[in-house]
């Protein structure tokens, strides 16, 4: 295949148009010179490469780093903390509305929801502490909160200690009772929940501004090393033609080995930097702006519980609670209504259009207004049925408690059997939980393939590859001009 | 042929650079839609006629609660005092406002609610009041909200507070329309009305400036979130707003303007920073 010959004939003399001063002082007078001149370009041009290839990939890695394994999972475990904390006043407010009346709710069964939340929430914050552990700010505010649920932990006891001694009946219990009771709530509502929410919050954010960064650094990053392949492909080729052309061979194997090589190298570098790219899409827009849509759906929603609950227990906040559910139930699911009575109508209204054709309707806002524009289906539908169902319960027990009859109001709120308010608010929860788990599935698979590909090349990891690679490619142009200079020994 | 070779060479490099001139260009122009993050100056609606919160001084001035956090928020973006210009809004054209663009933020006791989420994105809150009730310093009929049935109740233009009362509790108050909370207050010491109910750090400001002419009557029913408004859509910069007032709370700021404004007034303030809204 090589054709043999004499090496051409002596180095023409220099081009006019350059100062002869300066080719020879670079050496660029005689054909070695140029060779070796040619050939370092090549091999600088190989090391420029590697440079911006890492560096795309880096922000690779980093975008994956921060979405898939800190801040998304932060998400996760703070929300969980925000809704054992919600819960377990949830839990409080339904111990002292039952009072003495063992027969309402199953006081034994509140009690322990009461411990799991505790050991939920204790779990939630040593995850959230973990997963904080760059950012003192954010561990600081875990331990605050650790240190509040201390706090509250005892309010709550003392509240339902003086309760168990006034052994009242069902019904609001006594002014003693709700005082030391709202120290709780307060505590609850304007230290525990409020840092717990933010955190979840300052995670989305954490995500939104990484996969911004990222993604844009990703796709500048992927057209500079294109670039850059490109140029070092040109400058071995172009070696590869002066060679051939000065020693009469059509090809030098070890250069167009190089040259093979490097192209190879370029187009997996730039598929991967793609393939990461719509990972990075598909964990964001596919699983984890619905994640942290429906968590604080999840929050918010419990809250409404509590709301309900305190609504009944704390006649001298009745207003207070009843116009925070509308804000908070709006927030959930936005329906133009001036106060419950309009927004339970609207809800119905809204729903009987949405089941006759969920994709027809918009909702105009809310969180679940947001989560039916990205990911309308079959377990949207669930979660709003079970919503309204949820709402429809408290519409009963605000009408009971109107009208006086609060035993009945009571016994729909504590009450664990089908049909009651805390029966439907589990099934509601538990479609918000199965819907956040379809989405985390679509997340963890879109991590999982981003760093699956990033960890996978011919051999082994893309970082390691890539200078094993590059140092490859120098040998082989050093070997392939080595050979040639040495004709002129 | 090497003639050839080096002129192909040249419009390969040409074409190399015209490449990579591209790529930056296309680098550098990749802005996105505008944020107040990185802007150099900003103009920032605040009330003129609430004391306390927003208030223009004779001098020309604005002082207030809602004035003092909008400049730590500035400075927390990186503007600079003398880069803010402070805009005079009303509850009624705070929103227009900020959608025509003369404004870039509003602190201008706005509160945040669902409705105003479809057109406004919100910052914060910062605060939470909460919406209270006053009475002329003589009337002791009016014990809590639910006693105004039947009274003449202040509605100020673009103020979600009297809806709270009539619509949302269903109160049967008799609605007298107002331009602003100052109009409110004129307008119950002149007897044209009977209740002038919003949020308690409104009617905390006026109730210091004109003693016992007025009371209030000091039994709250709502929690109102005083958010930074900003125009919808920002999300960079609401997130930056929400980092800017937990910085707020943390550094002690928060609770010291609140006793600064509102520390004689009897109110009960909270100074942990509020459950924020969030961006999204």
């Known amino acids: 295949m090589l054709v043999k010959g004499t090496p051409s004939t002596p180095p023409q003399g220099p081009r006019s148009s350059l100062p002869t001063a300066l080719l020879v002082r670079l050496g660029l007078q005689t054909t070695p010179g140029r060779i070796r001149a040619l050939a370092t370009v090549a091999v600088l041009s190989i090391a420029g490469y590697c440079i911006v290839a890492s560096f795309a990939i880096g922000n690779a890695r980093d975008g994956l780093r921060v979405i898939g394994h800190d801040a998304g999972p932060q998400v996760l475990a703070t929300s969980d903390l925000y809704f054992a904390l919600s819960d377990l006043d949830s839990q409080v407010v339904g111990l002292l509305l039952t009072g003495r009346e063992q027969s309402l709710g199953t006081r034994q069964q509140a009690l322990n929801r009461y411990g799991q939340d505790r050991a939920t929430a204790d779990r939630a914050a040593v995850q959230a502490a973990e997963l904080s552990a760059g950012d003192p700010t954010d561990q600081a505010t875990v331990r605050s909160v650790l240190d509040g649920l201390g706090r509250y932990e005892r309010l709550a006891s003392q509240a339902i200690l003086l309760d168990e001694q006034a052994n009242p009946p069902a019904g609001p219990p006594p002014g003693s009772v709700i005082a030391v009771y709202r120290q709780a709530a307060d505590l609850m509502k304007l230290e525990l929940l409020p840092k717990a929410y933010n955190l979840t919050l300052e995670g989305g954010a954490t995500v939104r501004e990484a996969y911004v960064a990222k993604r844009s650094a990703m796709l500048s990053g992927r057209l500079w090393v294109a670039l850059a392949g490109l140029v070092m492909i040109a400058i071995v080729f172009g070696l590869q033609l002066f060679v051939a052309a000065h020693f009469r061979r059509l090809l030098n194997p070890a ?4 040259t093979i090589g490097l192209i190879v190298l370029t187009v997996s570098a730039v598929r991967l930097l793609s393939g990461e790219a719509g990972h990075l899409q598909s964990a964001k827009f596919g699983g984890f702006d619905s994640i942290l849509t429906m968590s604080r759906a999840r929050a918010i929603s419990n809250s409404l519980l509590a709301d309900e609950g305190r609504f009944l227990l704390d006649p001298g906040r009745a207003d207070t609670y009843s116009l925070a559910y509308l804000d908070k139930s709006q927030t959930v699911l936005y329906v133009p209504s001036g106060n419950l009575g309009e927004y339970y109508a609207g809800l119905s209204g809204a729903m009987k259009k949405y089941l006759a054709n969920p994709r027809a309707v918009k909702f105009p806002g809310g969180f679940y207004g947001d989560e039916a524009r990205a990911h309308s289906g079959p377990a949207l539908t669930v979660v ?60 963890d698979q879109a991590i999982h393939a981003g760093d699956r590909e990033l960890g996978r090349s011919i051999l082994g990891s893309w970082a390691g590859l890539l200078p094993f690679a590059a140092i490859g490619a120098a040998i082989l142009i050093v070997v392939g001009v080595h050979a040639r200079l040495a004709e002129y020994r | 042929m090497r003639r050839g070779h080096a002129a192909a060479c040249g419009r390969v490099g040409a074409a190399v650079m015209a490449i990579a001139v591209g790529l930056l260009s296309v680098a550098c122009s990749a802005g996105g839609a505008p944020s107040i993050v990185g802007k150099q100056t900003l103009r920032i609606g605040v009330k003129a006629d609430q004391p306390g919160l927003g208030l223009r001084l004779p001098e020309g001035r604005f002082a207030g609660f809602d004035v003092d956090v909008a400049r730590y928020v500035a400075a927390k973006l990186g503007v600079r005092p003398e880069h803010i210009t402070f805009v005079p809004v009303t509850s009624a054209n705070r929103q227009a406002a900020l959608e025509n663009g003369s404004v870039d933020m509003v602190l201008a006791t706005y509160s945040i609610t669902p409705e105003r989420e479809t057109k406004v994105t919100f910052g914060g809150p910062y605060y939470v009041a909460h919406q209270d009730t006053m009475v002329r310093g003589g009337d002791t009929a009016i014990r809590s909200v639910h006693d105004l049935d039947g009274r003449r109740l202040c509605a100020a233009a673009g103020s979600n507070s009297w809806r709270r009362v009539t619509q949302e509790l269903k109160i049967a108050a008799t609605r007298v329309p107002a331009a602003s909370y100052s109009d409110c207050v004129a307008m119950l010491l002149r007897g044209r009305l009977d209740a002038v109910s919003t949020d308690d750090l409104i009617l905390a400001g006026f109730a210091a400036r004109e003693g016992t002419a007025v009371r209030i009557v000091n039994a709250p029913f709502s929690d109102e979130r005083y958010g930074i408004g900003i125009r919808k859509g920002d999300l960079g910069g609401c997130e930056a707003v929400n980092r800017a007032v937990s910085a707020m709370y943390l550094d002690g700021t928060a609770a010291a303007l609140l006793r600064k404004w509102f520390g004689k007034t009897g109110l009960q303030l909270d100074t942990e920073v509020p459950q924020f809204e969030g961006c999204g």
Request: proline share 0%.
């Open chain 1, 255 to 258: 250069l167009a080995l190089a």
């Open chain 1, 384 to 443: 709003l049925t079970r919503y309204q169902q949820f709402q429809s319960d408290d519409q009963r027990i605000r009408q009971l408690a109107g009208v006086g009859d609060d035993q009945q109001a009571i016994r729909l709120l504590t009450g664990r059997a089908a049909g009651s308010s805390s029966y439907d608010f589990d099934q509601y929860d538990r479609a918000v939980v199965s819907l956040i788990g379809l989405h985390r599935g679509a997340f």
